[in-house]
C-alpha cells in the first residue's frame, strides 16, 4: 500500500494550494481518505476528509469555507485532492493523507475514533504560508 502526499510549498498569505495524495495498492473505492496536518511544536490536527460511499466531507471548524477535499475514483486516477484557498500563517504545517477503510470512514479525522491506530499513511508534504 502507497500514499503518495505532493503539491506542498511556499505561498504568501492569501495564496492558494492544491494537494494530492495519490493511493496504490488498496481498493481505493472502499477507502475514506482523510488529510492531517501537524506544525511544530502542535499536535497533529484532523484536517478534511471525504468518505468511500456517498463523498460526505468534513472540514475542520478553522479551514470551513477555505479548503475543499475531492476525490477522483477512476483506476487510473485514484486520487484525492485538497484544494486550499486564503491560506494563513497558522495552515503553516506538514500535510499528510491517510486512507481507512469504509467501517472507520472519517471518524478518525474528525476526532471521534482517538482509540483506533489502523489505516494507511503517506510522507507528509510541507506547506508553509509566510505573513
Known amino acids: 500500500v502507497q500514499l503518495q502526499a505532493s503539491g506542498g510549498g511556499l505561498v504568501q498569505t492569501g495564496g492558494s494550494l492544491k494537494l494530492s495524495c495519490a493511493a496504490s495498492g488498496i481498493n481505493f473505492d472502499y477507502y475514506a481518505i482523510g488529510w492531517f496536518r501537524q506544525a511544530p511544536g502542535k499536535e497533529r490536527e484532523g484536517v478534511s476528509c471525504i468518505s468511500s460511499e456517498d463523498g460526505s466531507t468534513y472540514y475542520t471548524n478553522a479551514v470551513k469555507g477555505r479548503f475543499t477535499v475531492s476525490r477522483d475514483n477512476a483506476p487510473n486516477k485514484n486520487t484525492v485532492w485538497l484544494q486550499m484557498n486564503k491560506l494563513k500563517p497558522e495552515d503553516t504545517a506538514v500535510y499528510y493523507c491517510?486512507?481507512?477503510?469504509?467501517?472507520?470512514?472519517?471518524?478518525?479525522?474528525?476526532?471521534?475514533?482517538?482509540?483506533?491506530?489502523?489505516?494507511?499513511w503517506g510522507k507528509g508534504t510541507q506547506v508553509t504560508v509566510s505573513s
Open positions: 491517510a486512507a481507512y477503510n469504509f467501517k472507520v470512514g472519517c471518524t478518525v479525522v474528525a476526532g471521534r475514533n482517538n482509540d483506533y491506530n489502523g489505516g494507511f
